[in-house]
């Protein structure tokens, strides 16, 4: 592992940054996080770049919560949407929001045209959306990653539209509501992401630094933050790079819950096998049920500076956080201010003893008690989010980032906590949890370090339809005849052979990427009663984990 490796996580709390070299860390960076999250990543690189050689600077990645946040703020871009749902399909209740229409066109399972495309529709809506200044559209269609025909032809008349979000190209795999939702957020953040990435890239150029820019992925692998043909893929990249940290810094010996115990969420995670679980459909984000691959993982609103309070007697934590630390400047009391009392964090003391004064006296204890209970507090709603989120797992089948582990039930022998307050509420962790838990060096900045040695991560999904004479593999943007005597294992051998191909132009830097068949099944089709040919297929994705562990 050459090279200085930089990773930058935009926290809720904190923005932080690490520089990496030879498995060491050799500088930190930690920022508070503002609404200007292009301001605060742009200061974050600046501190790293100040204590390092930045041409010997390899790979920068980011895991931004841009996109996140343009769905809890509720400013997505305006977006017309256009759906094919065909026979059999009810779009009520998918996200086609006021700019949306349904039309006449469809495909069925194998991508044979059944019925064509409504265009009159298709430019009477897109002329509707164009006088409204809707300048960004979605588009998909029920079998289009079988056959895009039709989204093809509408993205064509889409003459004048800025970016438009295909199904096809968002994602390979069936799923018709989460494929719209999809290419809705695809559409909606765009504009935003475009525009970070294009001042991320004027920056590094700026600061001299010459290495690619990549982005983390909510599937806990990087991409070219050029290349991203899906910008909704960013979502949920903070809690992915937690894992990747924690995988980094960890051997992780037997089942292994994760918490990244932050200032505003703790996430919470798990690794079997020593790989973290999978999102078997795709990520839920805000209202939106989607296709996008993501590591499996659940957000508690309770941290660091969570609001803490008495009610009826007794304590409560969060799930707000109503400024910063009254020890650090805020007003409120919170489970740092109850650190600082009991002298295990930095902050003003008299002012910690002051906003937990009403606590203790409400509790009928000393302000020293009063302290250790609202951490005590902290760590048992932690154990309760854990043990629902376990719960959450048992009961659907287990997915890890490598396979299906049919009929396991995951009961976790240890835990590792990161984050600001880890090490500091570690033994109340233990009892909430009755479990180990391991705090690991570098603990504070785990998610810059899981950002900085995420490998790249990808799947194809090949489609052959030997009775139609058809493949498709719709992340590569391929669609192609085939004989009839293609067969299952050169299904196997050109979804690899893509897969790399894939990855190599979405920037794979390092040279020992390895391909695994995550899934394949093949079957007849039998038409009245002779068989017509065969279906193969084939999932294949690279091989995923980190480039190097962190000492």
């Avoid at 590591?295 to 109503?322: A, K, Y």
């Avoid at 400047?329 to 008299?350: F, K, N, Y």
């Avoid at 838990?437 to 489609?463: F, K, S």
Wanted: with cysteine.
């Amino acid at each position: 592992m050459r090279g200085i490796f930089v990773g930058i996580d935009v926290g809720g709390t904190h923005t932080d940054g690490v520089a990496i070299e030879g498995g060491r860390i050799v500088h930190k960076a930690k920022v508070p996080t503002r609404e200007d999250l292009e301001g605060c990543t742009l200061e974050a690189l600046a501190a790293l770049f100040d204590g390092i050689p930045v041409a010997d600077v390899r790979r920068v990645v980011l895991s931004t919560t841009l996109v996140t946040n343009a769905v809890v703020e509720g400013s997505l871009e305006s977006t017309g949407v256009l759906v094919t749902a065909g026979p059999g399909m009810n779009p009520a209740g998918m996200p086609l929001g006021p700019r949306g229409r349904v039309v006449k066109g469809a495909m069925d399972h194998r991508g044979r045209e059944v019925a064509p495309l409504d265009e009159a529709a298709v430019v009477e809506h897109l002329a509707a959306c164009r006088g409204a200044g809707v300048k960004v559209l979605a588009v998909a269609g029920k079998f289009s990653v079988r056959n895009p025909t039709h989204e093809r032809r509408i993205a064509e008349l889409a003459q004048g539209f800025d970016y438009v979000a295909t199904g096809h190209s968002v994602s390979g795999t069936l799923n018709f509501p989460r494929r719209v939702a999809t290419a809705f957020l695809c559409a909606g953040v765009w504009r935003r992401h475009h525009a970070f990435v294009a001042a991320m890239g004027k920056a590094l150029a700026r600061f001299g630094v010459a290495a690619p820019l990549y982005l983390l992925r909510a599937d806990g692998g990087t991409q070219l933050a050029s290349s991203f043909r899906s910008p909704a893929e960013t979502a949920l990249s903070g809690p992915a790079a937690s894992i990747m940290g924690v995988q980094a810094m960890d051997a992780l010996a037997g089942e292994t819950l994760s918490l990244d115990v932050g200032g505003t969420t703790t996430d919470t995670a798990l690794f079997t096998q020593g790989v973290p679980l999978l999102e078997p459909l795709g990520a839920t984000i805000g209202p939106h049920r989607t296709q996008i691959r993501a590591l499996f993982t659940r957000s508690t609103g309770v941290g660091g500076d969570s609001h803490v309070r008495v009610e009826g007697g007794e304590i409560r934590v969060g799930p707000h956080r109503l400024g910063p630390p009254a020890s650090l400047g805020g007003v409120h009391p919170t489970p740092t201010d109850a650190l600082v009392l009991l002298g295990r964090a930095l902050g003003d003391r008299g002012r910690a003893a002051d906003a937990l004064a009403p606590i203790a006296l409400a509790l009928e204890v000393s302000p020293e008690e009063g302290a250790r209970r609202v951490l005590q507090a902290l760590a048992r709603d932690i154990g309760a989010a854990a043990r629902g989120f376990l719960h959450e797992v048992n009961a659907r089948p287990v997915y890890t980032i490598h396979e299906l582990l049919e009929g396991h039930r995951v009961a976790p022998v240890r835990a590792v906590a990161v984050g600001g307050p880890a090490r500091a509420i570690a033994p109340y962790l233990e009892h909430a949890l009755n479990l180990p838990v391991t705090v690991p060096d570098h603990y504070d900045v785990a998610n810059a370090i899981g950002a900085a040695l995420a490998r790249v991560n990808l799947e194809v999904n090949l489609v052959a339809d030997t009775g139609r004479g058809f493949l498709s593999i719709p992340e590569a943007d391929v669609y192609r005849p085939v004989t009839g005597r293609y067969s299952l294992e050169e299904a196997r051998a050109e979804a690899g052979r893509t897969l790399l191909a894939v990855a190599e132009d979405k920037g794979v830097l390092e040279t020992d990427a390895a391909v695994d068949i995550a899934e394949e099944e093949s079957f007849r089709i039998v038409e009245g009663f002779a068989t017509v040919g065969s279906v193969h297929r084939v999932r294949a994705q690279i091989r995923p984990g980190i480039l190097g562990r962190v000492a």
